[in-house]
């Protein structure tokens, strides 16, 4: 019989099939974060029970941690000491590696985790945190899940879970230069919808695929869930096989070898039916810049804020208008011809060592625009010091960005800063929702050399101009 790799995924950690099209998965891989990570942690030992396997849980600093350089664990989200805190004694408690504020492998779990050869090819992977899915990207299983979720999971190596449909996205064509995943993964939430992938896994595929990096990869799977998908897979290749070798976490000797003799099964067979197929033409793109407040509100740069289709349920109509009020828009607004206030660069969408070498490609030699407040976090204590031995640093300081520390940041009002009231941001970050980025910020999101380029012009700007 022919199967989709998902198939294959499921297949392999599917201890029992239930009732209602639920099945019971062995769980290879949890990770954790101070957020939600001490909540789950202290409900398992307050019910007696204890993580049955404490060399398969990790748990990173990186939600509520400040990104000043010389932070401590004091923080401006109400209790958030107290969550740091509480983690770093759970942990110790519980057996559990922690990636603390001070370790040199500290950083955002969905950059550290592959970085460090965590998640591989074929394993399956939980977190508390939704954009777990981006480490589908290596051809795990990987999904967000609840702090009771991963309580259970701890507990068992096991968890109950819906088994949802399948779906390939084919990637066709080639990315014009200038146009990133990131451009790619808006553009489909914007022509199929916020809800477009509900009830799906979806599975990347095609020669745009094939040609991203495997960091490019992360960031189209990061964003799966913003088209409401349970997760996002793509085939493990040789490119996959190189990131992860020689990682501290990865298989070594005979064990490589054996890894690597399962990882090359670990694909669509060519005659396999998805439930639902969909494709995109990606040789025509354009950078893409959301206007509204879902991904799903996003076009083209060279276009204009739209109207609202006449064709949409009432429901969606009353969404845009709601968008057009909280971002201070009206329709037919050229999208280059709005001022900002503020750029930033990070979270575990685009905070990585390829994204940061694209952004200083275009900073180099520039400066950011009077009045501009610009931040560049990196993803990670190893994506800091890669671009700090590169000179990137240096690059991104001398233009007029700030250079912090790893942590989720301004992605979510993290660290409980902010850019300021109704202040107009664009940002590498995966979700514009109303107040997602401080009280009432109206968040644009785009590529990393888009945010460069709009943080030079001073509004939003076209990354070809200046690459």
């Not at 998902?6 to 209602?20: G, I, R, S, T």
């Not at 990133?180 to 939430?189: N, P, V």
């Not at 750029?343 to 490609?361: H, K, P, V, Y």
């Amino acid at each position: 019989m022919a199967l989709t790799l998902f198939d294959k995924l499921w297949a392999e950690h599917e201890v029992m099939e239930l009732e209602d099209n639920l099945s019971l998965l062995y769980i290879d891989r949890i990770f954790l974060h101070e957020r939600t990570g001490s909540i789950a942690l202290e409900s398992l030992v307050a019910d007696g029970r204890r993580v049955l396997n404490p060399e398969k849980v990790f748990c990173s600093m990186d939600h509520i941690v400040d990104t000043h350089v010389g932070r401590t664990d004091d923080t401006l989200v109400p209790s958030g000491k107290q969550f740091i805190q509480s983690t770093r004694i759970a942990t110790q408690n519980a057996g559990i590696k922690l990636f603390d504020i001070r370790d040199p492998m500290q950083g955002i779990v969905h950059v550290i985790s592959p970085e460090l050869g965590i998640v591989q090819p074929g394993c399956t992977l939980i977190c508390p945190d939704s954009h777990t899915c981006s480490q589908g990207a290596l051809g795990a299983l990987a999904w967000g899940v609840g702090s009771s979720e991963a309580e259970h999971a701890m507990a068992t190596n096991t968890l109950v879970v819906k088994r949802p449909k399948t779906m390939r996205v084919n990637l066709l064509g080639s990315l014009p230069k200038g146009v990133t995943a990131k451009d790619l993964i808006l553009k489909l939430i914007a022509d199929h919808g916020a809800a477009g992938g509900t009830g799906y896994a979806i599975e990347f595929a095609g020669s745009v695929v094939s040609e991203l990096s495997l960091e490019a990869r992360l960031t189209l799977c990061n964003m799966a869930v913003e088209f409401s998908a349970f997760t996002a897979v793509i085939a493990p290749d040789d490119k996959t096989l190189a990131y992860i070798e020689g990682k501290p976490y990865a298989p070594k000797g005979d064990s490589w070898f054996a890894a690597k003799d399962y990882w090359a099964t670990l694909y669509t067979d060519s005659d396999a039916k998805f439930d639902m197929e969909i494709s995109l033409d990606c040789s025509e793109l354009s950078p893409v810049v959301s206007w509204g407040t879902s991904p799903q509100h996003a076009c083209s740069i060279n276009e204009r804020v739209p109207s609202v289709p006449l064709d949409l349920p009432s429901s969606d109509q009353t969404s845009y208008l709601r968008a057009y009020q909280y971002m201070a828009l009206e329709p037919g607004q050229a999208l280059t011809s709005l001022a900002i206030d503020a750029a930033f660069i990070g979270s575990c969408t685009n905070s990585r060592i390829s994204d940061l070498r694209e952004a200083a490609s275009i900073l180099e030699g520039r400066s950011v625009a009077q009045g501009v407040k610009a931040i560049c976090v990196p993803g990670s204590k190893a994506v800091k010091r890669m671009a700090e031995a590169e000179g990137l640093d240096k690059i991104f300081i001398a233009a007029g960005f700030e250079w912090r520390e790893p942590g989720c940041s301004m992605c979510f009002f993290a660290g409980g800063e902010n850019f300021g009231f109704q202040k107009r941001v664009v940002s590498s970050t995966n979700r514009n929702f109303e107040g997602r980025q401080g009280p009432e910020t109206r968040t644009h999101l785009a590529s990393p050399i888009t945010v460069a380029a709009s943080a030079i012009a001073g509004r939003i700007a076209d990354p070809r101009e200046y690459l």
